[in-house]
C-alpha cells in the first residue's frame, strides 16, 4: 500500500504501447511553439521549391545553352541527360519538336559570346537558388532544433517536479538510477530525434509527396507503375519500426540497468574498497553492461536492415520503370492504356532517382525517431504514476501548528499483509517531549515518519490540532516540522548552505547563531574555509558525529512547530551530547516533540514514554512510572548494566554504578 | 596500444577509435562491406547508363531500319557507336532489357546485403566500444581512492559513463564509417573525373580543401562547447543524483520549490550551451551545403564554357557530371559529420580523463603481497590533511598496537578518530609520516593483500541491492550459508533475519525491503566478520543498536576480539573497559594513552568523559535503580 509498484518497470516493458497516444503527447509540448512551426512549414515549401527548381535549372543549361544547334535539331530525343535531366525537360521525343528549353530564347544563331554570358547568368541564378535553399535549411533547422531543446528542457524540469512529488515510499521501492535515466539518457534519445531526424523527415517527406505529384500529372499509368513499390515500403518502415520500437524499449530498460547500477556502485565504492570487492562489482557491472550491449546490438539489426531494404525496393522500382516502359515502347504496345515514348521514360527513370533519394534519407533516420518514443514512453510512464499521497483537492493550509498531535488507532503496512504499526494510539499535548523506545525493528521510525506525512497511515487517523494530515497541503504541514533523521544527508555544498537549508531566508548570522546552539561552530572554525568549506557528496570529509550536529544545527534554524528527532546524537561522543544537551533542551522547550533515542539521558526528561514492540504501544508512562512498573521498559533501561556488570576489574565506581538487575 | 615513446600522444578520439582493435574480425567486416557497397554506389550511373543506352539503341535502330545504310552509319557514328552495334541493339532489344533490369535487381540484393552489414556490423563493434569504454571507466572508478570520491559527485560520473560513452559511440558507430564511405566515394569519384577530364576536375578540386579547412575551424571550435555542453548536463544530473538520495531531507523540510529552482537553473545553464553550439551549427550547415553547391554550379559554368567553346562534348559532359555529385554530397556529408566529430572527441577526452586520473593511493609498481598478517599496527609520525589543505586534522600521531590487542578510539566528534582508522587500510594515504604492519610500511604492498586482511565496519552502512545473503558475503561472494547464518548469529542479526517470511533470501537495498538503522548496522557486522580479519576496525558500530542488542552484540565482540588486533571507536566508556590501550585524542594529537585505570587517574579528559558517561547514564541509573530497588522491595 505504501506503494508497491515494483512491478511497473516489468509492465513497461511488455505492455504494447499506444505510439499515437505518445506522439500526441509529445505534440502536446510542441504547441507552445506553433509559431515557429508555421515558420518552418514555409521554409520546408521555400526550401523544397528551391530543391526541385534547381535541377529543372540545371537541366534547362544544357537544353538551352550547351546541345549544340545541330544535335538540339536532329537528336533531340537520343541526347537524355541523365541525372541532370530536368524531370520538366520531356515532352514528346524521337520524333524531334520544338526544343526542350524553356529557360530563355536562345537563337540557334547566337554567338558564343552571348551563349557564355546566358550561361553565366543562369549559374547566378541558380547560385541565388542554392543560397535560398541553405538558408531556409538553416532557418529550419534552427528553429526545430530550439524549440525541441525548450521542450526538452520543459520535460526535465517536468519530470524533477514529479520525482520530488512523488513520496517516499517510490523511491524506497525503485532504483534512483533508473529513474534517473529517465532524465538524461531517455531525454537525449528525444534529443537527438528533434535536432535533426525531425526535420529530415519532414523535408524528405515533402519531397516524396511532390516528385509522386509530378509523376502521377505526367501520366498516371507509368506513375503507378513508378510508385508500385510504395506499399511495400511501408509495409517494410512499418513492420521494421515497430520491431525496432520493441527493441528499442528493451534498451532503454536495460540502460536503465546501467545506471541503476552505477548509480549504487559509485555511492557505495567506498564499502567495495573496504571488502576489496571491486572485482565483483566490476564482473557484475559486466553482465548488466553486456545486456545493455546485446539489447542494443538486437536493437539495430533491425534499424540496420530498413535502409537497405528500402533501397533495394527503390532499385526494383527502378527495374520496373525502365523495363516496362522499354518494353512498351520497343513493342510499340501502351502502357495501361497510355503511351510511352523514350523522353517520358527517361524523365520517370530520373523520377525514381529522386524519389529514392528522400527514402534513403528518412529511412536512416527513422530510427532515431523510434528509439525517441521508446525513450518518450518511459518518461511518460514515470510522469504518469500517480502519487499515492496527494494533496487533497480542497487541502486548506495548515494553520500555524500548536502542537496537539493525535493518533488513532494507527495502521501502516509496507507490504499488503505486513502491518507495521498496528493500532497506534497516542496524544501529545502541545509542547510535551513524547520518547518513544523500543528493540529494533518494532516501528518507531515508522511512527514518526508519518507525522510529516512521509507515509499514509493504512487506518486509523492522524492529526494536528485537530486537522487530519491528509486533509491538508504537504508543504504546508512540512514547512512547520523539523526533523533530524537517523542518517544525517548534507549536499554538497558549502556548510552555510547546508544549514540554510532549513529556511533559505535565514541571513548569515542566524546561520551561525544555530551552528552555536548545536554546538558545530567549533569544528567548523577549524575548517579551511570555515563556514564556507565545500563539503564533498553527502557531506564527505566530516564524520557522521559532526554531520549530526549540522543536521541539528538546520533543524534548529527552522525554528519548527513539531520537531522529531531520530537518534540525533546517536554518532555524537557524549561530551559533545552534553554540551548540546542544553541547546537541545530549549530546542524541545514548548514545542512537540518526538524523540527517538537510545540513550536513555534524553528520555528521562520526557513528559510521555512509549515502549514500543512489533507495532504495539506496550507500556506507556513517564520514565519514573514505567521503572516502577519493572515491565519491558525496565528490562531494556537495566540491560545496560548487565553488559557492564561481567567487566572483570571493573572499578569501585563501576560496580557501585550497576546494580544487578533483579 | 602500441605506441612508440617519441610519438605524440594521440587524441582521445584516436585513442577510443583504437578500441576499435579489440574487434579486429567485426571492424574488417564492417568496413569490407563498406568498401564494396561504396563502390556499387559507384556502379549505379553506370548501370542505368547503360540501359538507358540499350533502350535509346534499340528504338533508334528500329526507327531508322527502313533508312539507307549510310544514314544508319552517320546516325550511329553521332551517337558515338558503330552501325553493327546499333544493328544489333536493334536484334533483340527486349532481350537487352530485361536483362538490364535483371542485373539491377541483382544489384540492389547485393548492394542491400552490403550496405545491410556495414551498417549492422558498424552498429554492432560500436556498442563493443561503448561495452569496453564502460567497463574500463568503471573499474577505474571502483579503484579511485576516497579522497577522489570525496571532490567527485556520483551524478557527474555516472554522466560520463553513460552519455559521453554513447557520444563517442555514436561517432564510432556511424560518423566514423560515413566518414570513410564519403572519403572513398569523394577519392573515387575525383580519380574518375579526373581520367574523364583532366582540367575540368581541376575547376573542383580548389574547393575541397577550402570546405575541409572551413570543417575543421569550426571542429576546433566546437569542440570546447561541446564539452561544455557535457559539463553542464553533469551538473545536472549531480543534482538530481543529490535530491534523489536526499529525498527524505527535501520532503522533510519542504524544500522542493528551492531545488527545483536549482535544477531549473541548471536545465537552463545545459540549455543555454545547447543553443549557443546550435547557433554555430545552424551557421555552419547551411554553409557546408552551399560551398557543395557552389562546386556544382561553378563545373556547370567552366564545363559549360567549355562546350560551347567546342572543346568538351556533351557526352563527356553528361558522363562527367554525373560522378560529380559523388564529390560533393560527401563533402556535405562530411561537414555533418565534423559537428558529431567534435562532440564525440569532447566526451572522449571526458572518458579518458577518469581513466587517466591518478588515484592518490597507489600502488607501487613493486608492491608485494601483504604476508599473512600478525596483526602489529604501528603509526610514526602521521600527520593528515583533508582536502590537502588546511588546518591537519591528524598532528604526528604516533602508536603501537601489538597482534591481538584491543585499541579504543576516544574523542570528541572531529577530533580524528576516524581519519585513524581510514589509515590503517589506507583509504587515504597520510600526509606526513608511516604506517606499518608488522614492519611493513602500507606503502609497499599491494592494496588487496591489506584490504583482504581487514574487516571494516564504517559509519555508514549501505545495503547495496541483492537478498541479505549477498549483503552479508559482500567480502567473501563464495561463502558457505553456515558460516553466514554463524556471524549473522555472532553480529545478533540472525534472529530478525529469520523473521522475514524470505529469511537470508530478502531482497534489500533501493528497491528491497527497509531495515532501520540498527539493523543495517548488525548487517555490516556481520560482514565483517564473515572476512575473519586479523585486523577488524569498528567504527561507531554499535551506536545506533537499542542497549539489549547492543549488549548481545557487544558480547559476541568481546569473543571475536579475541587474537585480534581490533580498533574500535564506541561513544560509551563501558565500550572501551576492556581495551588493552585507549588512545584520547583531542585536536587531532593524543592527548592521554594508557589503561582505562591508568587514564582515570593520569587523564583530566579521560576522567572528563568517563563523567560526562556517569551523568548521561550510570549516575541517573544508580539513583533510579536504586529508588527501583527500594520500591520493589
Given at each position: 500500500?505504501?506503494?508497491?509498484?515494483?512491478?511497473?518497470?516489468?509492465?513497461?516493458?511488455?505492455?504494447?504501447?499506444?505510439?499515437?497516444?505518445?506522439?500526441?503527447?509529445?505534440?502536446?509540448?510542441?504547441?507552445?511553439?506553433?509559431?515557429?512551426?508555421?515558420?518552418?512549414?514555409?521554409?520546408?515549401?521555400?526550401?523544397?521549391?528551391?530543391?526541385?527548381?534547381?535541377?529543372?535549372?540545371?537541366?534547362?543549361?544544357?537544353?538551352?545553352?550547351?546541345?549544340?544547334?545541330?544535335?538540339?535539331?536532329?537528336?533531340?530525343?537520343?541526347?537524355?541527360?541523365?541525372?541532370?535531366?530536368?524531370?520538366?525537360?520531356?515532352?514528346?521525343?524521337?520524333?524531334?519538336?520544338?526544343?526542350?528549353?524553356?529557360?530563355?530564347?536562345?537563337?540557334?544563331?547566337?554567338?558564343?559570346?552571348?551563349?557564355?554570358?546566358?550561361?553565366?547568368?543562369?549559374?547566378?541564378?541558380?547560385?541565388?537558388?542554392?543560397?535560398?535553399?541553405?538558408?531556409?535549411?538553416?532557418?529550419?533547422?534552427?528553429?526545430?532544433?530550439?524549440?525541441?531543446?525548450?521542450?526538452l528542457?520543459?520535460?526535465?524540469?517536468?519530470?524533477?517536479?514529479?520525482?520530488?512529488?512523488?513520496?517516499?515510499?517510490?523511491?524506497?521501492?525503485?532504483?534512483?538510477?533508473?529513474?534517473?535515466?529517465?532524465?538524461?539518457?531517455?531525454?537525449?534519445?528525444?534529443?537527438?530525434?528533434?535536432?535533426?531526424?525531425?526535420?529530415?523527415?519532414?523535408?524528405?517527406?515533402?519531397?516524396?509527396?511532390?516528385?509522386?505529384?509530378?509523376?502521377?500529372?505526367?501520366?498516371?499509368?507509368?506513375?503507378?507503375?513508378?510508385?508500385?513499390?510504395?506499399?511495400?515500403?511501408?509495409?517494410?518502415?512499418?513492420?521494421?519500426?515497430?520491431?525496432?520500437?520493441?527493441?528499442?524499449?528493451?534498451?532503454?530498460v536495460?540502460m536503465?540497468?546501467?545506471?541503476?547500477?552505477?548509480?549504487?556502485?559509485?555511492?557505495?565504492?567506498?564499502?567495495?574498497?573496504?571488502?576489496?570487492?571491486?572485482?565483483?562489482?566490476i564482473?557484475?557491472?559486466?553482465?548488466?553492461?553486456?545486456a545493455?550491449?546485446?539489447?542494443?546490438?538486437?536493437a539495430?539489426?533491425?534499424?540496420?536492415?530498413?535502409?537497405?531494404?528500402?533501397?533495394?525496393?527503390?532499385?526494383?522500382?527502378?527495374?520496373?520503370?525502365?523495363?516496362?516502359?522499354?518494353?512498351?515502347?520497343?513493342?510499340?504496345?501502351?502502357l495501361?492504356?497510355?503511351?510511352?515514348?523514350?523522353?517520358?521514360m527517361?524523365?520517370?527513370?530520373?523520377?525514381?532517382?529522386?524519389?529514392?533519394?528522400?527514402?534513403?534519407?528518412?529511412?536512416?533516420?527513422?530510427?532515431?525517431?523510434?528509439?525517441?518514443?521508446?525513450?518518450?514512453?518511459?518518461?511518460?510512464?514515470?510522469?504518469?504514476?500517480?502519487?499515492?499521497?496527494?494533496?487533497?483537492?480542497?487541502?486548506?493550509?495548515?494553520?500555524?501548528?500548536?502542537?496537539?498531535?493525535?493518533?488513532?488507532?494507527?495502521?501502516?503496512?509496507?507490504?499488503?499483509?505486513?502491518?507495521?504499526?498496528?493500532?497506534?494510539?497516542?496524544?501529545?499535548?502541545?509542547?510535551e517531549?513524547?520518547?518513544?523506545?523500543?528493540?529494533?525493528?518494532?516501528?518507531?521510525?515508522?511512527?514518526?515518519?508519518?507525522?510529516?506525512?512521509?507515509?499514509?497511515?493504512?487506518?486509523?487517523?492522524?492529526?494536528?490540532?485537530?486537522?487530519?494530515?491528509?486533509?491538508?497541503?504537504?508543504?504546508?504541514?512540512r514547512?512547520?516540522?523539523?526533523?533530524?533523521?537517523?542518517?544525517?544527508f548534507?549536499?554538497?555544498?558549502?556548510?552555510?548552505?547546508n544549514?540554510?537549508?532549513?529556511?533559505?531566508?535565514?541571513?548569515?548570522?542566524?546561520?551561525i547563531?544555530?551552528?552555536?546552539?548545536?554546538?558545530?561552530?567549533?569544528?567548523?572554525?577549524?575548517?579551511p574555509?570555515?563556514?564556507?568549506?565545500?563539503?564533498?557528496?553527502?557531506?564527505?570529509?566530516?564524520?557522521?558525529g559532526?554531520?549530526?550536529?549540522?543536521?541539528?544545527?538546520?533543524?534548529?534554524?527552522?525554528?519548527?512547530?513539531?520537531?522529531?528527532?531520530?537518534?540525533?546524537?546517536?554518532?555524537?561522543?557524549?561530551?559533545?551530547?552534553?554540551?548540546?544537551?542544553?541547546?537541545?533542551?530549549?530546542?524541545?522547550?514548548?514545542?512537540?516533540?518526538?524523540?527517538?533515542?537510545?540513550?536513555?539521558?534524553?528520555?528521562?526528561?520526557?513528559?510521555?514514554v512509549?515502549?514500543?514492540?512489533?507495532?504495539?504501544?506496550v507500556?506507556?508512562?513517564?520514565?519514573?512510572?514505567?521503572?516502577?512498573?519493572?515491565g519491558?521498559?525496565?528490562?531494556?533501561?537495566?540491560?545496560?548494566?548487565?553488559?557492564?556488570?561481567?567487566?572483570?576489574g571493573?572499578?569501585?565506581?563501576?560496580?557501585?554504578?550497576?546494580?544487578?538487575?533483579? | 596500444?602500441?605506441?612508440?615513446?617519441?610519438?605524440?600522444?594521440?587524441?582521445?578520439?584516436?585513442?577510443?577509435?583504437?578500441?576499435?582493435?579489440?574487434?579486429?574480425r567485426?571492424?574488417?567486416?564492417?568496413?569490407?562491406?563498406?568498401?564494396?557497397?561504396t563502390?556499387?554506389?559507384?556502379?549505379?550511373?553506370?548501370?542505368?547508363?547503360?540501359?538507358?543506352?540499350?533502350?535509346?539503341?534499340?528504338?533508334?535502330?528500329?526507327?531508322?531500319?527502313?533508312?539507307?545504310?549510310?544514314?544508319?552509319?552517320?546516325?550511329?557514328?553521332?551517337?558515338?557507336?558503330?552501325?553493327?552495334?546499333?544493328?544489333?541493339?536493334?536484334?533483340?532489344?527486349?532481350?537487352?532489357?530485361?536483362?538490364?533490369?535483371?542485373?539491377?535487381?541483382?544489384?540492389?540484393?547485393?548492394?542491400?546485403?552490403?550496405?545491410?552489414?556495414?551498417?549492422?556490423?558498424?552498429?554492432?563493434?560500436?556498442?563493443?566500444?561503448?561495452?569496453?569504454?564502460?567497463?574500463?571507466?568503471?573499474?577505474?572508478?571502483?579503484?579511485?581512492?576516497?579522497?577522489?570520491?570525496?571532490?567527485?559527485?556520483?551524478?557527474?560520473?555516472?554522466?560520463?559513463?553513460?552519455?559521453d560513452?554513447?557520444?563517442?559511440?555514436?561517432?564510432?558507430?556511424?560518423?566514423?564509417?560515413?566518414?570513410?564511405?564519403?572519403?572513398?566515394?569523394?577519392?573515387?569519384?575525383?580519380?574518375?573525373?579526373?581520367?574523364?577530364?583532366?582540367?575540368?576536375?581541376?575547376?573542383?578540386?580548389?574547393?575541397?580543401?577550402?570546405?575541409?579547412?572551413?570543417?575543421?575551424?569550426?571542429?576546433?571550435?566546437?569542440?570546447?562547447?561541446?564539452g561544455?555542453?557535457?559539463?553542464?548536463?553533469s551538473?545536472?544530473?549531480?543534482?538530481?543524483?543529490?535530491?534523489?538520495?536526499?529525498?527524505?531531507?527535501?520532503?522533510?523540510?519542504?524544500?522542493?520549490?528551492?531545488?527545483?529552482?536549482?535544477?531549473?537553473?541548471?536545465?537552463?545553464?545545459?540549455?543555454?550551451?545547447?543553443?549557443?553550439?546550435?547557433?554555430?551549427?545552424?551557421?555552419?550547415?547551411?554553409?557546408?551545403?552551399?560551398?557543395?553547391?557552389?562546386?556544382?554550379?561553378?563545373?556547370?559554368?567552366?564545363?559549360?564554357?567549355?562546350?560551347?567553346?567546342?572543346?568538351?562534348?556533351?557526352?563527356?559532359?553528361?558522363?562527367?557530371?554525373?560522378?560529380?555529385?559523388?564529390?560533393?554530397?560527401?563533402?556535405?556529408?562530411?561537414?555533418?559529420?565534423?559537428?558529431?566529430?567534435?562532440?564525440?572527441?569532447?566526451?572522449?577526452?571526458?572518458?579518458?580523463?577518469?581513466?587517466?586520473?591518478?588515484?592518490?593511493?597507489?600502488?607501487?609498481?613493486?608492491?608485494?603481497?601483504?604476508?599473512?598478517?600478525?596483526?602489529?599496527?604501528?603509526?610514526?609520525?602521521?600527520?593528515?590533511?583533508?582536502?590537502?589543505?588546511?588546518?591537519?586534522?591528524?598532528?604526528?600521531?604516533?602508536?603501537?598496537?601489538?597482534?591481538?590487542?584491543?585499541?579504543?578510539?576516544?574523542?570528541?566528534?572531529?577530533?580524528?578518530?576516524?581519519?585513524?582508522?581510514?589509515?590503517?587500510?589506507?583509504?587515504?594515504?597520510?600526509?606526513?609520516?608511516?604506517?606499518r604492519?608488522?614492519?611493513?610500511?602500507?606503502?609497499?604492498?599491494?592494496?588487496?593483500?591489506?584490504?583482504?586482511?581487514?574487516?571494516?565496519?564504517?559509519?555508514?552502512?549501505?545495503?547495496?541491492?541483492?537478498?541479505?545473503?549477498?549483503?552479508?558475503?559482500?567480502?567473501?561472494?563464495?561463502?558457505?550459508?553456515?558460516?553466514?547464518?554463524?556471524?549473522?548469529?555472532?553480529?545478533?542479526?540472525?534472529?530478525?533475519?529469520?523473521?522475514?517470511?524470505?529469511?537470508?533470501?530478502?531482497?534489500?537495498?533501493?528497491?528491497?525491503?527497509?531495515?532501520?538503522?540498527?539493523?543495517?548496522?548488525?548487517l555490516?557486522?556481520?560482514?565483517?566478520?564473515?572476512?575473519?580479519?586479523?585486523?577488524?576496525?569498528l567504527?561507531?558500530s554499535?551506536?545506533?543498536?537499542?542497549?539489549e542488542?547492543?549488549?548481545?552484540?557487544?558480547?559476541?565482540?568481546?569473543?571475536?576480539?579475541?587474537?585480534?588486533?581490533?580498533?574500535v571507536?564506541?561513544?560509551?566508556?563501558?565500550?572501551?573497559?576492556?581495551?588493552?590501550?585507549?588512545?584520547?585524542?583531542?585536536?587531532?594529537?593524543?592527548?592521554?594513552?594508557?589503561?582505562?585505570?591508568?587514564?582515570?587517574?593520569?587523564?583530566?579528559?579521560?576522567?572528563?568523559?568517563?563523567?560526562?558517561?556517569?551523568?548521561?547514564?550510570?549516575?541517573?541509573?544508580?539513583?533510579?535503580?536504586?529508588?527501583?530497588?527500594?520500591?520493589?522491595?
Amino acid at each position: 500500500m505504501f506503494h508497491d509498484p515494483r512491478h511497473i518497470f516489468e509492465a513497461e516493458t511488455s505492455k504494447p504501447q499506444n505510439v499515437s497516444q505518445t506522439l500526441r503527447r509529445f505534440a502536446g509540448y510542441f504547441r507552445p511553439y506553433w509559431r515557429r512551426y508555421l515558420g518552418v512549414l514555409v521554409m520546408m515549401i521555400v526550401s523544397t521549391w528551391a530543391a526541385v527548381t534547381a535541377p529543372q535549372l540545371l537541366g534547362q543549361a544544357v537544353d538551352c545553352y550547351l546541345v549544340p544547334p545541330a544535335a538540339t535539331a536532329a537528336f533531340e530525343g537520343v541526347s537524355p541527360t541523365l541525372t541532370v535531366q530536368p524531370p520538366s525537360a520531356s515532352g514528346p521525343a524521337v520524333q524531334a519538336t520544338d526544343s526542350a528549353c524553356w529557360y530563355a530564347e536562345v537563337p540557334l544563331t547566337a554567338t558564343t559570346e552571348e551563349r557564355i554570358n546566358g550561361l553565366a547568368g543562369l549559374v547566378l541564378r541558380l547560385l541565388g537558388l542554392y543560397a535560398i535553399g541553405s538558408i531556409t535549411t538553416g532557418l529550419m533547422f534552427y528553429w526545430m532544433t530550439t524549440s525541441g531543446q525548450r521542450v526538452l528542457r520543459t520535460l526535465r524540469v517536468e519530470v524533477f517536479h514529479h520525482i520530488l512529488l512523488l513520496p517516499i515510499g517510490y523511491h524506497v521501492a525503485h532504483e534512483s538510477g533508473d529513474i534517473m535515466s529517465r532524465v538524461t539518457n531517455d531525454a537525449d534519445t528525444i534529443q537527438q530525434a528533434v535536432s535533426f531526424a525531425l526535420i529530415q523527415v519532414i523535408s524528405g517527406g515533402f519531397l516524396i509527396v511532390w516528385v509522386a505529384y509530378k509523376m502521377l500529372s505526367e501520366s498516371v499509368a507509368y506513375g503507378l507503375v513508378a510508385l508500385a513499390m510504395l506499399p511495400f515500403m511501408v509495409i517494410a518502415t512499418a513492420w521494421f519500426s515497430a520491431q525496432a520500437r520493441k527493441a528499442f524499449r528493451r534498451t532503454r530498460v536495460r540502460m536503465g540497468s546501467v545506471n541503476a547500477e552505477l548509480q549504487e556502485s559509485i555511492s557505495g565504492v567506498r564499502e567495495a574498497q573496504a571488502f576489496s570487492r571491486e572485482d565483483e562489482n566490476i564482473a557484475s557491472f559486466r553482465e548488466t553492461n553486456a545486456a545493455n550491449r546485446d539489447a542494443n546490438i538486437r536493437a539495430v539489426a533491425y534499424t540496420s536492415a530498413l535502409a537497405p531494404t528500402l533501397e533495394a525496393l527503390g532499385y526494383v522500382a527502378l527495374a520496373l520503370v525502365a523495363v516496362a516502359g522499354g518494353y512498351a515502347l520497343l513493342e510499340g504496345q501502351a502502357l495501361l492504356g497510355e503511351t510511352v515514348t523514350l523522353g517520358l521514360m527517361i524523365t520517370f527513370i530520373a523520377y525514381v532517382q529522386r524519389f529514392n533519394q528522400p527514402v534513403q534519407q528518412i529511412s536512416v533516420l527513422w530510427t532515431n525517431i523510434q528509439s525517441a518514443i521508446a525513450g518518450g514512453e518511459r518518461i511518460f510512464g514515470l510522469l504518469d504514476v500517480v502519487p499515492d499521497l496527494q494533496d487533497a483537492p480542497d487541502a486548506t493550509d495548515l494553520p500555524p501548528i500548536r502542537g496537539d498531535v493525535v493518533l488513532d488507532d494507527v495502521w501502516a503496512e509496507y507490504e499488503k499483509g505486513e502491518a507495521v504499526l498496528r493500532g497506534v494510539s497516542l496524544r501529545a499535548a502541545p509542547g510535551e517531549t513524547v520518547a518513544i523506545v523500543g528493540p529494533t525493528g518494532a516501528g518507531k521510525t515508522t511512527l514518526i515518519s508519518l507525522i510529516p506525512r512521509f507515509y499514509d497511515v493504512t487506518g486509523g487517523a492522524l492529526t494536528i490540532d485537530g486537522h487530519d494530515v491528509r486533509q491538508v497541503p504537504g508543504a504546508s504541514l512540512r514547512k512547520q516540522i523539523g526533523v533530524v533523521l537517523q542518517e544525517s544527508f548534507l549536499f554538497s555544498d558549502t556548510i552555510m548552505e547546508n544549514i540554510r537549508f532549513g529556511r533559505p531566508e535565514a541571513t548569515d548570522d542566524e546561520v551561525i547563531a544555530a551552528a552555536k546552539l548545536a554546538n558545530a561552530d567549533k569544528f567548523i572554525d577549524r575548517l579551511p574555509d570555515g563556514y564556507q568549506t565545500s563539503l564533498g557528496e553527502r557531506g564527505t570529509g566530516l564524520s557522521q558525529g559532526q554531520r549530526q550536529l549540522l543536521a541539528i544545527a538546520r533543524a534548529a534554524l527552522a525554528n519548527p512547530g513539531i520537531l522529531i528527532l531520530d537518534e540525533a546524537t546517536s554518532s555524537v561522543d557524549t561530551r559533545t551530547e552534553r554540551l548540546i544537551q542544553s541547546a537541545l533542551e530549549t530546542l524541545l522547550r514548548d514545542r512537540t516533540s518526538f524523540v527517538i533515542a537510545h540513550r536513555l539521558s534524553t528520555i528521562r526528561h520526557a513528559d510521555q514514554v512509549l515502549f514500543l514492540d512489533q507495532g504495539r504501544i506496550v507500556e506507556r508512562g513517564t520514565h519514573e512510572s514505567l521503572m516502577a512498573k519493572h515491565g519491558m521498559y525496565y528490562g531494556l533501561y537495566m540491560s545496560q548494566f548487565r553488559r557492564q556488570s561481567p567487566t572483570e576489574g571493573g572499578d569501585g565506581r563501576e560496580t557501585r554504578a550497576a546494580p544487578a538487575p533483579a | 596500444m602500441k605506441r612508440s615513446p617519441t610519438s605524440p600522444a594521440p587524441s582521445s578520439l584516436t585513442r577510443a577509435i583504437r578500441y576499435l582493435g579489440h574487434y579486429r574480425r567485426e571492424t574488417a567486416y564492417a568496413y569490407g562491406a563498406l568498401l564494396l557497397a561504396t563502390s556499387a554506389q559507384l556502379m549505379v550511373p553506370l548501370l542505368i547508363h547503360r540501359m538507358i543506352d540499350g533502350i535509346t539503341r534499340g528504338v533508334v535502330a528500329q526507327q531508322t531500319a527502313a533508312l539507307p545504310a549510310t544514314v544508319q552509319a552517320a546516325i550511329a557514328s553521332r551517337m558515338g557507336i558503330t552501325l553493327a552495334q546499333l544493328t544489333q541493339a536493334g536484334t533483340q532489344p527486349v532481350q537487352a532489357l530485361v536483362i538490364s533490369g535483371l542485373l539491377i535487381l541483382v544489384f540492389a540484393m547485393v548492394r542491400g546485403l552490403f550496405s545491410f552489414s556495414q551498417a549492422y556490423m558498424g552498429e554492432r563493434v560500436s556498442q563493443s566500444v561503448a561495452f569496453d569504454l564502460r567497463n574500463d571507466l568503471f573499474s577505474r572508478i571502483q579503484r579511485l581512492s576516497f579522497s577522489y570520491h570525496d571532490r567527485n559527485q556520483t551524478g557527474q560520473l555516472m554522466v560520463r559513463a553513460t552519455d559521453d560513452v554513447e557520444k563517442v559511440r555514436v561517432f564510432i558507430g556511424q560518423g566514423l564509417l560515413m566518414a570513410t564511405s564519403a572519403l572513398l566515394l569523394m577519392v573515387g569519384a575525383i580519380v574518375i573525373l579526373f581520367t574523364l577530364n583532366p582540367r575540368l576536375t581541376l575547376v573542383v578540386l580548389p574547393i575541397l580543401p577550402l570546405a575541409l579547412g572551413l570543417f575543421l575551424v569550426m571542429g576546433s571550435v566546437a569542440r570546447p562547447m561541446f564539452g561544455l555542453v557535457q559539463r553542464k548536463l553533469s551538473a545536472l544530473n549531480a543534482i538530481l543524483q543529490e535530491n534523489m538520495a536526499g529525498i527524505k531531507v527535501v520532503k522533510a523540510f519542504s524544500r522542493e520549490p528551492e531545488q527545483e529552482q536549482r535544477f531549473q537553473k541548471a536545465a537552463d545553464d545545459f540549455l543555454a550551451q545547447i543553443l549557443k553550439v546550435m547557433r554555430l551549427m545552424t551557421f555552419l550547415m547551411p554553409l557546408v551545403f552551399f560551398i557543395a553547391n557552389l562546386g556544382q554550379a561553378a563545373i556547370l559554368f567552366f564545363g559549360g564554357r567549355q562546350m560551347i567553346l567546342g572543346t568538351l562534348s556533351l557526352g563527356e559532359w553528361q558522363t562527367f557530371s554525373l560522378y560529380l555529385m559523388f564529390v560533393f554530397i560527401p563533402v556535405a556529408q562530411l561537414g555533418f559529420i565534423i559537428t558529431q566529430m567534435s562532440q564525440a572527441s569532447a566526451s572522449a577526452g571526458r572518458i579518458f580523463e577518469i581513466t587517466d586520473a591518478r588515484s592518490d593511493v597507489v600502488e607501487a609498481p613493486d608492491a608485494r603481497l601483504l604476508p599473512t598478517v600478525r596483526g602489529r599496527v604501528e603509526f610514526e609520525n602521521v600527520t593528515f590533511r583533508y582536502f590537502g589543505g588546511g588546518k591537519p586534522v591528524l598532528e604526528r600521531v604516533s602508536f603501537v598496537a601489538e597482534p591481538g590487542q584491543q585499541i579504543a578510539l576516544l574523542g570528541r566528534t572531529g577530533s580524528g578518530k576516524s581519519t585513524i582508522i581510514n589509515l590503517i587500510p589506507r583509504f587515504y594515504d597520510p600526509t606526513e609520516g608511516v604506517i606499518r604492519i608488522d614492519g611493513v610500511d602500507l606503502r609497499q604492498v599491494a592494496l588487496d593483500s591489506l584490504r583482504s586482511q581487514i574487516g571494516t565496519v564504517l559509519q555508514e552502512t549501505t545495503l547495496f541491492s541483492g537478498t541479505i545473503r549477498d549483503n552479508i558475503a559482500f567480502g567473501r561472494t563464495d561463502a558457505p550459508m553456515a558460516e553466514i547464518v554463524q556471524v549473522a548469529e555472532a553480529a545478533a542479526a540472525n534472529e530478525f533475519i529469520q523473521s522475514f517470511p524470505l529469511g537470508y533470501g530478502t531482497p534489500v537495498g533501493e528497491r528491497g525491503v527497509t531495515l532501520s538503522g540498527g539493523q543495517r548496522q548488525r548487517l555490516a557486522i556481520a560482514r565483517a566478520l564473515l572476512l575473519d580479519p586479523r585486523i577488524l576496525i569498528l567504527d561507531d558500530s554499535t551506536s545506533s543498536v537499542d542497549l539489549e542488542t547492543e549488549w548481545r552484540i557487544q558480547q559476541a565482540l568481546i569473543r571475536l576480539m579475541q587474537g585480534r588486533t581490533s580498533f574500535v571507536i564506541a561513544q560509551r566508556i563501558s565500550t572501551v573497559l576492556n581495551a588493552d590501550q585507549i588512545l584520547v585524542l583531542d585536536d587531532g594529537a593524543i592527548v592521554a594513552r594508557g589503561r582505562h585505570e591508568e587514564l582515570l587517574e593520569t587523564s583530566e579528559i579521560y576522567a572528563d568523559i568517563y563523567s560526562s558517561q556517569l551523568v548521561d547514564d550510570s549516575a541517573g541509573v544508580t539513583v533510579d535503580a536504586a529508588a527501583a530497588m527500594a520500591t520493589e522491595s
